[in-house]
């Protein structure tokens, strides 16, 4: 009908011709040839372009000015309007068809264009290269070894190096950055992104004067700025990344911190401890204030700040069979509440919240996963209907209109939200699972047996997978890195002189860091040791020291 309408419009002297109307570039090609009587009458202005290109991007590169399409002349920035409706294939072709149509299509801005659409260099301009296309090549070749890499587990894996005497209570990573918290208080950070796996502790406030009674730590977060710790006594330490190892912040509960939450966007920070849920922001001067304060019934459980939120901060609690709507600006509202029906899981995104709930009472619905509008602020779905408890759901990180889960039924299960039903189940582990991420083409998903295992969903295909003796905590990956952390439940440190080695080491917990733009077997990776620099003390973890490092050879 669009185009019908438009012919009509022509036909009657009404020649805004919005090319954003019909979407057919065969048509529109041949809608050019077949009505050029009537363009001989319009002049260009005249002519609506459409918004998806800038023509401020538009740069001499060539001294064309009008380019022959069939019959007739049109000019080359309408030329370019035309063919942005295609993509890399038709463009391919296109540049076959004559040495004017080659340099359409390879003109800078489609390609940068087609960059930006499939998300490579998603934060450069179209004068940062000189050559789109060559680049749109490079990192298409990039993402196709990153991906055979992936598949055949090729790279480098590294063990983060642990802290003597101290059992790993939690971890978290932002963007290749990895935060640690110990039993003995310490909390350190890794760099992956830059191989130093020499962590920088990052100092606390405590007394020294009776070392290893620290208490422990309870939780850590961190983002591309910030770094979170909350203590077992309710004290919560606050640094700055940018600045140095000292916290900028401190603040007190008067209990334990049950629940912590940072912004992955600001500085956000949550905290839930007995009754009262507080949030923390930084005002304009940087002095760190309480933003708002929340009462609610019950002991929190869950606990997730809601990204892009604006000026106001939102936060998402769950505590017990109750889940909790936190705006700063408003007072505490109940999401969702049915008696006796505790939450088992939660997840956030922009817009939406899911998390888990368990079935109990005589009537058994089964346990499901239900997803909440945040700005309507009722249920847009109801999934799964499952014998086991969900234990992991994985909201933000995954595709448009899907969702990964985990159960203790020992399935991942990919969820359908334009359908409510389970687009695909798959029985990944001996026990529970306990953490999953999912993308375009892959699920990763640990289990409380220690196993990791890396799926190829499209294929329904196990990749590979690697254990350890711990259950696996957390899991955060991207297009070429891979963390994995494996938490012990016993928080009680072994003592080296009556033990072995090796039993005392397998009782700290494991952070493993895989790096997949590295071309080379993961088993085949050099350990951790033999990265260390000539002046590096004698390891504690293999009692020896390199006199040539085998990565300054």
């Known amino acids: ?264 966007d600001d500085a956000t920070v949550a905290t839930a401890s007995a009754f009262d849920v507080v949030m923390l922001y930084p005002n304009e001067e940087g002095y760190w204030q309480i933003a708002a304060e929340f009462e609610v019934q019950k002991l929190v459980d869950y606990l997730e700040i809601v990204p892009d939120t604006g000026r106001y901060p939102v936060a998402v609690a769950t505590a017990g069979d109750l889940v909790y709507l936190l705006k700063a600006e408003d007072s505490a509202r109940t999401l969702h509440y049915v008696y006796g029906q505790p939450v088992t899981c939660l997840d956030v995104s922009a817009n939406q919240v899911a998390f888990g709930v368990k079935s109990l009472g005589w009537v058994y619905e089964g346990n499901k996963i239900l997803v909440y509008s945040l700005e309507a602020e009722r249920c847009l779905s109801k999934l799964g209907n499952t014998l086991g408890d969900f234990t992991c759901v994985n909201l933000r990180d995954s595709p448009p209109n899907l969702m990964v889960s985990g159960n203790m039924d020992r399935r991942v299960r990919i969820h359908d939200l334009r359908t409510d039903k389970i687009a695909l189940s798959l029985s990944a582990h001996q026990l529970g699972v306990s953490a999953v991420q999912m993308d375009d083409w892959k699920v990763v998903s640990g289990g409380e047996e220690g196993l990791v295992s890396v799926w190829d969903y499209r294929m329904n295909q196990k990749l590979w997978e690697v254990h350890s003796r711990h259950a696996v905590r957390h899991i955060s990956f991207n297009s070429h890195s891979l963390i994995t952390a494996n938490v012990p439940y016993e928080k009680v440190v072994r003592n080296s002189d009556l033990d072995s080695f090796a039993t005392h080491r397998r009782h700290r917990g494991l952070i493993h860091a895989y790096e997949f733009a590295v071309d080379q077997l993961a088993f085949q990776s050099p350990l951790p040791v033999c990265r260390s620099s000539c002046d590096t003390m004698t390891s504690y973890n293999y009692d020896l020291a390199l006199t040539f490092p085998s990565d300054n050879i």
């Open 1 to 264: 009908h669009k185009p019908l309408r438009a012919l009509g419009n022509l036909a009657e002297g009404r020649v805004h011709l919005h090319l954003e109307s019909i979407g057919h570039v065969d048509f529109l090609l041949m809608f050019t040839a077949l009505f050029f009587p009537w363009f001989e009458n319009t002049s260009v202005t005249q002519v609506s372009i459409s918004p998806a290109l800038d023509l401020g991007f538009f740069s001499p590169q060539n001294e064309m000015d009008d380019v022959p399409f069939f019959d007739v002349q049109l000019p080359y920035e309408l030329a370019i309007n035309i063919f942005q409706y295609l993509d890399r294939k038709e463009l391919g072709r296109c540049a076959q068809v004559s040495k004017t149509w080659k340099v359409i299509a390879e003109d800078e801005v489609l390609w940068y264009r087609l960059c930006q659409q499939e998300g490579h260099l998603p934060e450069s301009s179209i004068s940062d290269y000189s050559c789109w296309k060559l680049i749109f090549q490079e990192c298409r070749a990039k993402e196709h070894m990153l991906r055979t890499n992936w598949k055949n587990r090729k790279g480098a894996v590294s063990e983060l190096e642990h802290i003597p005497d101290a059992v790993l209570c939690d971890v978290h990573s932002h963007d290749g950055v990895v935060i640690a918290g110990y039993t003995s208080g310490e909390v350190r950070v890794w760099d992956t992104r830059t191989w130093d796996y020499v962590a920088p502790f990052l100092e606390s406030e405590y007394e020294e004067d009776e070392p290893g009674m620290q208490p422990y730590v309870s939780f850590v977060r961190i983002n591309s700025s910030l770094a979170v710790a909350a203590y077992e006594d309710g004290f919560l330490n606050i640094w700055d990344l940018r600045t140095g190892k000292y916290p900028i912040h401190h603040f007190e509960h008067d209990a334990r911190i049950q629940a912590l939450a940072l912004s992955k």
